[in-house]
Each structure stands twice: as C-alpha cells, then as structure tokens.
C-alpha cells in the first residue's frame, strides 16, 4: 500500500510518500506510476520555485519512498499551500479511487 502524508506548521512544509500500491505487476503498476508522477510533481515544482524556498530537505529513495521538508519564504507560503493542496488532492482523489492502495494521513509525521 501507498501511503501519502502532508502537513504543514507556518512556514514550513512536509510531504511523505511511502510504499507501493501493489494493485499491479512491478513495472507496471498504474497505480504506484500515478503516485508517482504526483510525488515527482512537487518535487519539480520546488526545483521550478526555489526562489520560494528558503531552506530544503528533498529524500528521493527509488523505492516507493519521497521525503520533502521545506521551509519557504513568508510571502509566499500561499503559493506553496496550493501548490501542496493540488498534490494531496490528487493523492485523495486515488485513495478515494483504489482504498486499498493508497491512503492519505493527517501530518506528514504520521508515517
């Protein structure tokens, strides 16, 4: 199962991703390729927008596993906020879709 958390605390942003859906063969599980593209998403979207960072820590591990934890500057922490809110709507959207796949928790420290 695919486990996704995000939390944020001020200025200060946490996304986690962990496991694997297994809904389909390694390789071509669409599930994990979805969660995927949405955890590398933000990834990307932090490297686009570093001027909105002030300081990060980004754990890509290749095997089901995505840490970010940022702090970013004050005037822009709205931006960052929907930025992460399209993300974790998209993780809910397939948490809605496939329950026992993947599910999303409160706080980015709850994995």
Excluded at 8 to 33: K, L, W
Excluded at 49 to 64: F, T, V
Excluded at 68 to 85: K, W, Y
């Amino acid at each position: 199962m695919t486990f996704a958390a995000f939390g944020q605390n001020g200025n200060h942003f946490t996304m986690r991703i962990d496991g694997h859906a297994e809904y389909g063969p390694h390789g071509s599980d669409i599930v994990c390729a979805a969660a995927s593209a949405l955890a590398y998403t933000m990834v990307r979207w932090m490297e686009d927008h570093s001027d909105y960072i002030r300081a990060a820590d980004i754990y890509e591990y290749m095997n089901g596993y995505v840490s970010v934890n940022f702090d970013t500057r004050p005037d822009r922490a709205a931006d960052v906020r929907i930025a992460m809110g399209v993300i974790e709507g998209g993780f809910r959207l397939l948490a809605d879709r496939y329950p026992e796949h993947v599910a999303v928790r409160e706080g980015a420290g709850g994995l």
